[in-house]
């Protein structure tokens, strides 16, 4: 996934339907001394709107909590879409526009308080390590720069096959990762991490060998490649928000016969587009352990 160096503007076309990050605070500078509880979060994704229904699909989002010793106060820290999960994963058509619009932003957002009865309801809220004060300082500097430079939210990993050893062309890059990338900078600053078992949501895609088309100049500017324009434009276009049932069900007999009969997928990844030629078993939604990591420092002595 690639880095950016900096954070464009959004557009206000794109509008989210739940505020980013309503209660979000700058992340405080903590007293070197200070001892800090870190807590891994796990809820089913929308548990606001439909509780732990899509726990039961293991469709799960992922947060980090801390708890300092000194101050006694709770935050929690996670990473998601700007603009809701759809937007980042499938584009706008919008008229007088030949590109597919995108409003796939993701970003940190970190919070005072600890929503215990969110967390433990239906997911996860346990403690995995302890850090300092200076620890989490660092931490900070880090979030900060991760924050500026990977930007954009992706939904899909994309595989060859199931194996465990499989290939992997494209990997998401989600709130699960946030979590994972700062649970590895923890360790690499000296956290050790209790040993528990901790699983992750990955949804995936199979796919033979992808085929680079281009970028959105090169397809869809004025010498771009029309015929291939058209075909993403028609591909991306069952996707969209639907107004009734029915419409909603015309628009699925589409994708199954593109993505299943037709074995095609376009994805849009780090600003290019690339043709996945699809194969079984298409689409799988996996919950599978990725350990605490084990870092490269000796602990602080905390």
């Known amino acids: 996934h690639r880095r950016f160096d900096y954070r464009p503007k959004t557009d206000p076309y794109c509008q989210a339907r739940y505020t980013f990050c309503p209660t979000g ?23 606001f709107k439909y509780g732990g229904l899509l726990g039961h699909l293991k469709i799960m989002h992922d947060a980090v909590g801390f708890k300092s010793s000194l101050v006694g106060k ?47 309801e239906n997911g996860t809220l346990v403690l995995v390590t302890t850090i300092s004060g200076a620890m ?14 990977g930007i954009y939210y ?17 990997d998401s890059y989600e709130c699960s990762k946030f979590i994972l990338r700062t649970y590895q900078k923890l360790a690499d600053l000296g956290a050790v991490f209790k040993k528990i078992q901790t699983n992750y949501t990955s949804i995936i895609l199979f796919s033979g060998e992808p085929i680079y088309l281009g970028n ?37 007999l589409k ?6 009969l037709n074995h095609q997928f376009y994805l849009f990844y780090n ?24 870092g490269s420092k000796t602990s602080f002595g905390v």
């Open 25 to 47: 605070s700058a992340i405080p500078v903590m007293k070197e001394e200070d001892v800090i509880e870190v807590y891994r979060l796990q809820a089913p994704v929308w548990e």
């Open 136 to 149: 989490f300082n660092e931490m900070a500097k880090w979030v900060k720069y991760d924050n500026e430079t």
């Open 255 to 260: 994708i199954i016969d593109r993505v299943i």
């Open 216 to 252: 959105e100049t090169s397809i869809f500017g004025p010498l771009g490649n029309r015929t291939l324009a058209a075909a993403i434009r028609d591909f991306y276009y069952p996707f969209k928000p639907h107004r009734t049932v029915r419409e909603f069900f015309v628009d699925l």
């Open 74 to 120: 709770n935050y929690t820290m996670e990473w998601y879409e700007l603009f809701q999960l759809g937007n980042c994963t499938f584009p706008h058509l919008r008229p007088g526009m030949d590109a597919p619009f995108w409003c796939n932003q993701g970003a940190a957002c970190f919070y005072e308080g600890i929503d215990d009865a969110h967390w433990k």
């Open 271 to 294: 600003l290019e587009y690339w043709f996945l030629p699809m194969k079984f078993p298409y689409l799988k939604i996996i919950y599978e352990e990725v350990p605490l990591p084990i």
């Open 154 to 170: 992706e939904t899909w990993t994309v595989q060859a096959s199931p194996d465990k050893q499989s290939t992997v062309w494209f």
